[in-house]
Structures are given as C-alpha cells and as structure tokens.
C-alpha cells in the first residue's frame, strides 16, 4: 500500500502520548518492579492503585497500576493542546461512529474517553495537575533513571488500517517495514512529539500492546538495570536486549512483569520535527532493522501481549510470515 | 518584569532553528576544527564556502562557513512549517517595519531575509534539500559525534523586550534569570522544537552571538572530543566545561574557535512540549543555575560574543552585575 | 577435584601474558578487521606479517597476523621478570620432558620456545623492543579502542590437568566452574598480572585457542564497535554479545574474524593481586556464570576453536554436558 | 636528581596500599559523606570508628573514620605478600633507625606500625578479615561506585628523598615532574599493584596527605556524583574537577570532606606491570600534566593537606615555584 502524505492540518492537536493505565493482579510485586527497580516515583497511592511518573515529568502521572482479578491495559492516554481539541477530537471520533464519553479522571482536567476502530481504549485531556519538578533532585533517581514515558507499541490486525487512522488523527509517519510480496506495511513507527514516535504498530492479533516505552539518558543506565535485575530476582523478566534497532536507531531493553506488561527501555532515537521528514522505508526481509547487530529477538518477543480491557481479538491475514519479523 | 503566557497560537509556525552561517578568516582553519575535529559533515565545498551538516539531520546544512576578511555572523535560519507561513511572516515583520526580501540561497527554497529590532540577520524558508540519511553509517562519526544543532544564544541589551519579540512570534519561555533588585529578565530560554532551546537571551552588549549548540549522545562523547582537542593543538580553543547547567540541566562544554566564534556541545536537555509547561525561575543570586557543581566560567565566557553582519551594539542598562552572572 | 593452593613461589616469575601469533589466509582483510575496524595500531609490516600494539602497550606488539595457507595460532607468549627467569624456565621445562629451544624472534630478547603438555606452542622473554607512548595521542585511537591484550582463554581436554599445571608455574586461580556430578572442573580462570586472568581453560576438544582478549575503557566503546561493525560489512563477524558473564564480571563482546580466530572485547574485571584472593566456585547448573543476564550463547561460542599449529587434538572426557555449559 | 633504577628485588614484598585511617570531628556527618554519598559499605560501626570497603574488595576494610577531637591522619596501610615478609620489614626499617612495633589492630593478623624518614605513621599486615565478595550485588552499589582503593598522595618536603626511600622499598617509578632549573623532582608517582601509583609525592610542606584515590567503573559515575553532591548539600565539598590529569592519564574529581580530608574519585589509568616499564617525565613548564584540558586547578588544591597524626611538618626548600605546580 502506498504511504499516505502526512496530514500536516489535523482536525485536533495531539501533543504527545501521555499515560497507560495497566491492570496488574499482584499491586504490591508491581510496585516493587516499576517503583524499586525500574525507578519510577510514586505520586499518589492507594489501596488499589498507585499513580507513577518519571523523572523529567511534570504532569501528574505517566502511568497507573491499577490492581484487577485479570491483567489487561486499561487505557492509553493522550494530551491534546488546549481544551478546544477536545470538543474537536469529540466531533471527530462521533463522525466515525465511535463510542465517546466524557468521564471524570482523578488528576486529569475534562477527558474525552473512546476507542479507536479496533476497539482500544482511548483516553484526550488537555491538563491534568502539574507537580513540581524533580529532575535535579538527582537523590531520587534510582533503577534504570527513567527521564520520560516515549511510546506505545501495538499489535494490529491490518497495519495499513491502523496507519490511516492514526494518521487521519495526525501522528506522521517515521519509518515501515514494507512487506514485498504482498505490498502491505508489517508495522509501522508515528510520532506527534517530535522523536521516532509516539505510536508504533506491528502486524500480528490485534489489538494487543507490545510494550509502552521509557526514556533513560544514556546506554549505561541500562546495563546498570540489567545487573540489578539479574541480581535482584528479576532475571526471567528480562526479554530481550540490550541492542540496537535498525528501525529508529534505539539502543533497547524489554522487559515483561509478572502480569506480561512488556517495557521497552529506551535512548538514542533522533528528532522529527521537520514536517518533510521522509519515512525510512525497511524491507521485511533486512534481519539488521529489527537488530542492527543480528542477535535474534525470542519468540515471546513476537507472539505476547497485553490485551486491552473490552477489546475483542482478531487475527491478522498476514500471518504466513517468517518468526523473523516483524 | 512578569513573564507573559505564550502565544500558543502565533501568526507563522516556526519549526526549529535551522543554520548558522559563520563568516571566517582562515576557511581551512575552519574546516580542520569544524570538519576534522568536532566531526560535522561536509554537504557542499567550494572555495569561499563549505556547508555542514551533524550526523542525524537530513536538511542539507545547519552551518555555513563562509570565507571573509572580518568574521561574523552573517544569518540565522529558521524552518517554517509549510510555504505558506513564509507569506505570514513577511507580513508579521512588514507590520513592525521590520525589513524584509525574497533571497536566492543555495540548496534552499523561498527564503524570507529580514532582520529582528536589535538588527540580528534572520531567514525563514519551508524547504531546504533533503539529504540520505547518514545517522546509521557509523563509520562516518567522528570527534564529538554532533547529532543535531541545538540552539542559537545571544546576547542581548534588554532581554525583557527580546523574550517579548520572539515570544510573540511564537517562541515559548523554559526557563529564565530574574533580577530580583530591578524586577528584568537576566536571560531566558526559548523553544519551538520542544527541547529546553531554539534561542536564548543573555544580558549583554548586544546584538551578539554567544554560542551554537549542537546536541551530543553522551557526556562520554564530549570527554572524547577534549581528549581530541587538548593533543591536537587545540588546547587553547577549550573554553568552559565539561560541566552541567543548572537551568536547562545540560552537561556542556564551550569551545571557540580562532574567529572567537563560539560552540557548545550540549547533552540532556528534557522535553518541554506541553503547552502549560511552566518556566523555570532561577535567581541571579544563584550561582548553581550557571553551573550546578559551583566552578565558576571563565571571564571570557561572560565578556566575548560574535558581532552580527550589519548590526550595531548596543550596550546593557544592566551592567552593574556582578561577574557571576548571567 | 579439590582446588589447589596457589603457588606462591614459583620457580620462575611470569609477569604477564604478552603476544599471541594468528596465522591468517588473507591477509589484507585481517589488516581491515584488526586495524581499520577493531582499532590496533601497526608498529611492522611486511609483506607477510603485521605486528599489532594496543593503545597502552608499550612493547613492540601483543598480537602478530602472519599470512599462512591454512588459518591456526602460532604461539601465545608470555613475559617474565627478568633474563634470569628464563633459565629457570628452562629447566623447569625441561625436567617435565618438554621441549625447549632458544630462538631468534624479531623485536625480542633472547626467547625460551616450547609447549605445554598438550602441545599448545609457548614462548617466553624478558625484553621486547619498546616504543614511544600513543596513549594520549587521541587522534590515533579507532574502532573499539583497545588498551591492552587482557587473557587467553583455551578449551582444555582435561581441565583439572590444565589447572594443576600453569598453577605449578605459578597461575593462581580466580574463579572455576566446578561440575557437581563428576566433581571435576569444567572452566577456570587464572592469573598472574593482577586482573582475573592472563589464561583461562574451558573443557572441550583440545588443545585449541578459544579467544583472544583485549580490555577497552568503557561498554559505551563496545557499542560503538558494534554499531561500525554492523554497518560497516562485518555483521556475520558479531558472535555473542553486548552482555555481562557472571564469571569475571566482565561486560563483553565476542567477535570473530574470516579465519575463525575470535577475539573478546572485554571490560570492567577487578583487581586479584592479593595471594590470598579466594576463588570463586561456580556451579556448572548456573546459567548466570556464563551471562548474568540470562541471554544465551549460539552453539557457535561453545564449540568452535583455533587449533594450535602441530598440536595434536584430543576429545574432553566429559562430553555429556548440556550445550549451556561452560 | 637522576631517576634511580628500580629495585626489583625488595627485602620485603609489598603487594599493595591497603587502608587509611581518618580522624574526624563529625562521625555522623562523615558517615552521611562517605556511606550515603560516596557509597562505601559499612563492614564495622561502634559507637566511635566505622570501617568501610568498596564494592569488590575483600579485605575487612580500606578506611577507618575514627571520631577525634582534631582532624587528622592516623595511619597509612599496606598489605604485605605473606606473613614473613613483616619480619623482613622489621629488620628493614630497624636497621634505618626507624620505630618498629608489633601492635593489634582490630580485624587485621600480625601488624608492623613504624614511620618512615619524614615521621608518616604505616602498619604492614599480611593477613586481614576477609570478607564475602559483594561486588556482584548490584542493589549495593550507591553514590559513586567505588569499587577499591587506589593511592595515597602525600606533600613531601623533599620529593627526592621520598622517591629513594620508597623505591627502596620496592615502589617503581611511573611518572613523574621535573623541576628543570633546580634538577629536582617536583613530583612523583610510584606503584606495587600494576597501575599507575600506590603512592605518590608532591613538592610542598610535609609530611601531610594530600589525597587518598578510590576507583570507579566510568567517568559517567563521577558525573553522578556531582550531580548528587551538588544537589543535596555537598556543593561546598567539591573542589576540583571533572578533568583529565596529563599524568597518569586520569578522569578525576576532587571532593574534601568537612574535616579537610581530600578524596580522588579517578578512573583510567594504564597497566604498569613491566619491571622494565619506563618512567614518563614531565616537566615543570607544561600546565597540561596537571590538566590535559588546560583549566587550572584552584589554589586550596596545591596549598591544603591533612597532617599526619604525631608527625612534625618541615617546609620544602623548593617553595619558590607557580602555583600552577605541581
């Protein structure tokens, strides 16, 4: 399929990817992988959720653990510019005929919660309590120094789909894998915050998320994880890495919770800004644009994932593909 | 003075700052620091001339070095969004009679010349030649390994009325140096590409350049380049640093080159996208906002700046300061 | 097998490991590999051999390519304390019904050649040509930056023999894997110069070189190497690797050149120069002693080798193990 | 002075500096500097000493903060090859009409106290509590990440003489200035352990310890530490660096605690085990042995030491040297 031009003039003005909500069955456990290890501060806890957020952030929350009999993500959350994107993205998502509510959010301003058309759940505010800064309170940062929440990665049932949608919403596109023989997109990376993206989709049963992505400053910050993880009974949580991705150049880390959360650690991406930037087109067939250095990812890297809550499964007809991709 | 909000919905729709073009009196000086020393790229040679580019941009050059009997600078550019906002920007200058022209330069489309009150050259253009990727041939990097320009700062004779100026072309406040005896602005942060800078302000004779920044991966990087520098013969162009930056939080380091034109090599800045991110107040009383582990810069740092081609200075009203500061 | 106690009056005083020969069928590209892409500097070529340096080496050269129609290793040499130290070699030699020669080496003293008991070819000197520091030249350093040849590790037929014979000469043991079934010892790591090891044995069909190593400042240089290796042609020459082995600590890379002679790049171990350091047991059931992280290593770096040239290979014994060990 | 030949056959067999103990005014506050900040690991604590190591030492401790009234030196610690060599010691300084004792020092064997020439208080040991490794237990690791120690540096009144009198005892010369118009050593650095020094000397009013060194992974832990020292009430205890020292090739820090006790946080330096490794000269003229990059180091630095307990303080005969020395 032909990549789309970007819609530079989009109807509302996302800013960036904000918050996800995960559904995790043992709170405590949690707590001591996003909080202890990983290094994520708490900014409000209770008895059944604990709000986080990362170093360099100052809205109130990055992300929620939210304790549940069965884990699942419970929402991906996004800001907009201003509070008229909201009536905007409202008129929007109704004129697709998607479900929308205006819902109260502890923390957030007025929210606009929908779906997107495979049914994951979708959450727009435009302020939500900002909190002091901590970024040089350097005796607070622990675990792997996460600096900021950078994407979301998703399975999708028909990537082609996924893109013109999100990208109809405007988030530009950076970089695809091209499938020759069928002339479909395997997965695709779109940004509205200026870096590789905000979003990512990867072919496979959708909707389903891949993994939700922290920045850290440097390599080193990630080793510095692996030996605490592998010290500190987090050894199975790691799933792959460290290495380096052809696509977006980002020295990476996954791990997975004992929920099968998966975190992507992240740095070394590059800006987007420009809005004649030209998506990097790889071919499925190139092994580097997964690994640049040709170490194999495992099959739990391609085949596991977060359902959404009240998102129904549907497999994706590109399924014949190699376990090299995507 | 009070900071005023930002305009968040400007007249034309500035992307970035783009390129400096550095006039220089020993162009093949000039090459051996810029090009074999600190590692940019070279996109275009000729005999008067040599344009450069950093590892990860596309744009054609962010630096021109230009052969002249006096240095100088002779521009900074700036991308704007689509052509259109070229149009609205000539109009935005014309209405504060501001001079304006339509230029011919090389490797870029229409481009807008005009200059801001204090008489710094400006030019906008949409479009500049796009360039292959070169951030994954790695055996291209060299010296600092420069990612990408980072800012442009300036000093200027009163900085309230320049944050004033830029701020209404769009440009918003991170953070800023308040003269708590006279109530004015010291110096102040200012971004479109959402990172602490595209400009900054510094109280001082002005209009002059102080410094351009390109970003770095890693603090290791710029202790390379003056492990490079300080064998190579260019002990005495190291000015200031490696040090961090109370306000913007950067590890830096000041370089100069033989035309006094100033580099900062620049990492971990943070993101500043949100429209209701609130700016930064540092005290001029605090010597920590310069350098957060206490060394003090050199007097050079605080006294030397790059005249602008065809801009007269103008002396500060602020001048009874201490040498601490901005 | 019961560890031994070190020996900690050997008869002859070895200082450290010194040079290793690699016989190479194309010479030209090994000059690519070792030079242009690891980063060793040449202090001699001639038409068949190229004799190597690291960045703070001192002595003439710490490896020798030599142009042969078959690839295999020529010598692994060792420098003593002082000429005396020869001679006690020597005899010691000699008394254990091994052959000894005296031979002329280029850039060498006067050089003892023999082999050990199992035929692997071994040279010792006290004097080498010595040059000028580079290691503050910094314009020279390329590639992974290599500071100093670090150990030789062996696969050994029979590793309690290997271990009972360099400790004789006065190796002292810093870490073993001992196999809890047999009671035998699979792997141990030896030294002399104050770091983990100058010589290590893994069980496996024997005598033959497993790797070379050489230590680098930092694991950013490791990624850097990795990066220009994947980009630059050498991709299939990555093995295994970035990652941490429980054993040492070290934070790794294993490469391997068009011949099969592989080379680690190697940092962070600690400081053994205490007599009575106490080894370290690992167990031949824990995974961690080979990567703390838990990444498995391909079949490749468990069973492919360099022969020693007119040594004689035999089969280990303990053939039984999972392909997980050493 | 001529540089002496190195003795390579000591009477006694040093193997390493090993300890030191600092007397302070503030247990509690000296405890939060090098437990809480530092990152050194309590192995002792009563009500007035507490005994520390760094992350993958063995040994019972590498520093003693005793409470005192007055702040000073009590003791320089090494550690000896085996239980013999302290004999041998005895009847070395004994015959040079130094004081010997046999005294008991709490987790430590047998132990030698004596002084050298110029009164510095020193205890030999062969055997001291050895302790579980914990260099692998990375929830550990704090602050800086000191891993061992590394040298005492120490003002001598006659750089010379010191020079003769630890070379007799077996330290080796790696580097060192020259004082060209006097013929005399400015500076000296001497080592046992295989890196750049285990002690060195600098030309100024003696005997006083000017530093002890510890050891850590990369430059990038002592940029955490300044970002931390910096913002949590330390700011005042930093007083040189970061930078690169010409000599010894070293990316140091500088801390002094509020007692006055200087502490070196230092990493890359070279492998000195060649008995034939030859000593670098500088001299005197070149500010870039100080500091590669050129920044000169502030005046508190040359003039401050802490004394050494019951030793008398002599002026050097060389005063009338810069400040930028040594």
Redesign the interface.
Known sequence: MPIPAPN?HPTFNI??LSHVELRVTDLEWSRGFYVDTLGLQITHEDHDTIYLRAM?E??HHSMILRRADVPSVGVLGF?V??DEDLDRAEAWFKARDLPVAWIERPFMGRTLRTRDPWGIPLEFYA?MD?LP?I?????LYRGVKP??IDHFNMFASDVDASVAFYGAMGFRLTEYTADEITGRTWAAWMHR??GVHDVAFTNGTGPRLHHTAFWV????NI??L???????GY??N?ERG?G?H?IS?A?FLYIRDNDGHRTEIYC?D??T??????P?RWSLTDP?RQT????AAPRSWFELGSTFDGADLRDSDLKSQPIIAP
Chains 1, 2, 3, 4 share one sequence.
Do not use: C
Not at 135 to 139: E, L, M, P, S, V
Not at 273 to 278: A, G, H, Q, R
């Open positions: 530079l800013v960036r360099e100052r809205g800001k510019w201003e302020t900002r800064t970024h040089q309170q350097y005796k600096l900021r915050k200026g400053p440097t390599p080193l080793i510095d692996l030996d605490l993880m592998s010290t500190t050894l199975a790691i460290p380096r052809g150049n020295f070394s590059y800006q800004v420009d809005p004649d930037l030209e990097i580097q640049l250095w040709g170490a």
